[in-house]
């Protein structure tokens, strides 16, 4: 079986965790618990790819943890880059971890897909769908999608996206 392995990078409190979860288990915890760093290996079927394995690495976007980003970046290949739609800062902070991606790794060896999640907090919305497109044009024409862990939109298919991109290459 293929293994693929997938690194979800972003600000705290954005939903990495919650995708993940839902992702893994198809769960949606309202509890918010920062993490360290979990790893997963997911037995998994993704259309067009066939049975294989995906290692999800799940990583700390709060400050006191951000230290670990640089090695992250050394040993990923394929990122999700996760804000919030609700949080401007975490759009600004997902468009500087590109930039450090990009500082360690030619575009050609790396898949990105640039997420907005919660989007289903449409009403608190800070961050417009067309500034989330415009920024995946800009980091090398990287796929976009708009998620929501808590009602489970586009959450299999940025999972799907992800592993797509990478059995690509
Ligand atoms: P760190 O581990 O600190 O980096 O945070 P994280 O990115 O893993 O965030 P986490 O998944 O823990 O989610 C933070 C909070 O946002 C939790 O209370 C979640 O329940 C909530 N949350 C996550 N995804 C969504 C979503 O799609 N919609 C809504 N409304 N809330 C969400
Ligand atoms: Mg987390």
Redesign the pocket.
């Given at each position: 079986k293929p293994e693929f392995k997938v690194t979800l990078l972003?600000?705290?409190?954005?939903?990495?965790?919650?995708?993940t979860l839902r992702i893994i288990s198809g769960v949606?915890?309202?509890?918010?618990?920062?993490?360290i760093e979990d790893y997963y290996r997911h037995d998994t079927n993704i259309d067009g790819v066939g049975p294989c394995i995906v290692e999800i690495l799940?990583?700390?976007?709060?400050e006191q943890f951000a230290s670990m980003r640089q090695l992250y970046i050394s040993n990923g290949q394929a990122f999700a880059l996760?804000y919030?739609v609700d949080d401007r800062a975490s759009f600004e902070e997902v468009k500087e971890i590109y930039q450090h991606i990009t500082e360690s790794k030619s575009p050609q060896n790396i898949s990105v897909v640039l997420i907005g999640?919660?989007?289903?907090?449409d009403d608190r919305r800070e961050v417009e769908t067309w500034e989330g497109q415009e920024a995946a044009k800009e980091m090398c024409n990287s796929q976009f999608l708009e998620?929501?862990?808590?009602?489970g939109t586009h959450v299999f298919k940025f999972f799907e996206t992800l592993v797509m991109c990478l059995d690509g290459r």
């Open positions: 972003g600000a705290g409190g954005v939903g990495k965790s919650a995708l949606f915890t309202p509890t918010y618990n920062p993490t799940d990583t700390a976007g709060t996760v919030a999640n919660k989007c289903d907090l998620t929501s862990a808590k009602e």
